[in-house]
Nanobody, 123 residues
Framework: QVQLVESGGGLVQAGGSLRLSCAPS????????MGWFRQAPGKEREFVAA????????LYADSVKGRFTISRGNAKNTVYLQMNELKPEDTAVYYC????????????????WGQGTQVTVSS
């Protein structure tokens, strides 16, 4: 069974940092673009960041530009989301996803999803 497994979530104070990781299980995703999405209670899942398979292109939501950084590991199979200057409005479940196409804002383009990791930012 193909899975994406997120880790690194937790509780942090406003202004703090967290680093999320996403590792695949069951197959590799070295030739897939990878993205991070988040979903707060009562809200729709929204795009956060994405990166192409070769790291040549990244996309960010305006709300996280300058604070979050998406990257891929040396083997390109693991994806990270470094989150700095966290705000209470960043509180959500964060999901990793993979798409065979290029990086995209649209969650409908992503075929594989993880189960999510909770990020809670206290004020």
């Amino acid at each position: 069974q193909v899975q994406l497994v997120e880790s690194g979530g937790g509780l942090v104070q406003a202004g703090g940092s967290l680093r999320l990781s996403c590792a695949p299980s069951g197959r590799t995703f070295t030739d897939y673009a990878m993205g991070w999405f988040r979903q707060a209670p009562g809200k729709e899942r929204e795009f956060v960041a994405a990166i192409s398979w070769d790291r040549g292109r990244t996309l960010y939501a305006d709300s996280v530009k300058g604070r979050f950084t998406i990257s891929r590991g040396n083997a390109k199979n693991t994806v990270y989301l470094q989150m700095n200057e966290l705000k209470p409005e960043d509180t959500a479940v964060y999901y990793c996803a993979a798409t065979v196409g290029g990086p995209t804002f649209s969650r409908y383009e992503y075929r594989y999803w993880g189960q999510g990791t909770q990020v809670t930012v206290s004020s």
